[in-house]
């Protein structure tokens, strides 16, 4: 059964259950990176970038990895998932990015809540349909 999320969440609260095997992991077209991870509970989690950097660079770094702790870094905002060959995904805004430009990265949970995060510090938890449930902060 997949884990509850309120709309009314914060990162805080999303980011601790986003762990898992990494079951995809591809660059898309322009420079996106889309990854899917599969939960405890067997759902799929989807992370997709736009406007941001990523480490490692070549998404085949992270097939046969799982996702064993997921958060924010405070000072960079930068998203850190440490993975379990002991090295780390991290994606980071990109440093152009305008205040009005579309989020950095989404994270679209099993149940449908999407945390939309950046540029800058800026997040948004909302619902797959378009509801918002959060302002940005």
């Given at each position: 059964?997949p884990v509850?999320?309120?709309?009314?969440?914060?990162p805080?609260?999303?980011?601790?259950?986003?762990?898992g095997?990494i079951?995809?992991?591809?660059v898309?077209?322009?420079?996106v990176?889309h990854?899917?991870?599969?939960d405890a509970?067997?759902?799929?989690?989807?992370l997709?970038?736009?406007?941001?950097?990523?480490?490692?660079?070549?998404?085949?770094?992270l097939?046969?990895q799982?996702?064993?702790r997921?958060?924010?870094?405070?000072a960079?905002?930068?998203?850190r998932?440490d993975?379990?060959?002991?090295?780390?995904?991290?994606?980071a805004?990109d440093?152009?990015?305008?205040?009005?430009?579309?989020?950095?990265?989404?994270?679209?949970?099993?149940?449908?809540?999407v945390l939309?995060?950046?540029?800058?510090?800026?997040?948004?938890?909302?619902?797959?349909?378009?509801?918002?449930g959060?302002?940005?902060?």
């Amino acid at each position: 059964m997949p884990v509850a999320i309120a709309l009314d969440s914060s990162p805080a609260n999303v980011l601790p259950e986003f762990r898992g095997p990494i079951v995809a992991a591809q660059v898309a077209f322009p420079d996106v990176l889309h990854v899917e991870v599969r939960d405890a509970n067997g759902e799929l989690w989807k992370l997709a970038t736009q406007d941001a950097r990523w480490s490692p660079e070549d998404p085949q770094a992270l097939r046969g990895q799982s996702i064993m702790r997921a958060g924010l870094d405070p000072a960079s905002g930068e998203l850190r998932c440490d993975l379990s060959d002991g090295s780390m995904l991290v994606v980071a805004s990109d440093a152009a990015s305008a205040k009005d430009d579309p989020p950095s990265w989404e994270l679209i949970t099993p149940t449908g809540v999407v945390l939309e995060f950046g540029p800058g510090m800026r997040w948004q938890i909302a619902s797959a349909d378009g509801v918002t449930g959060s302002a940005m902060h």
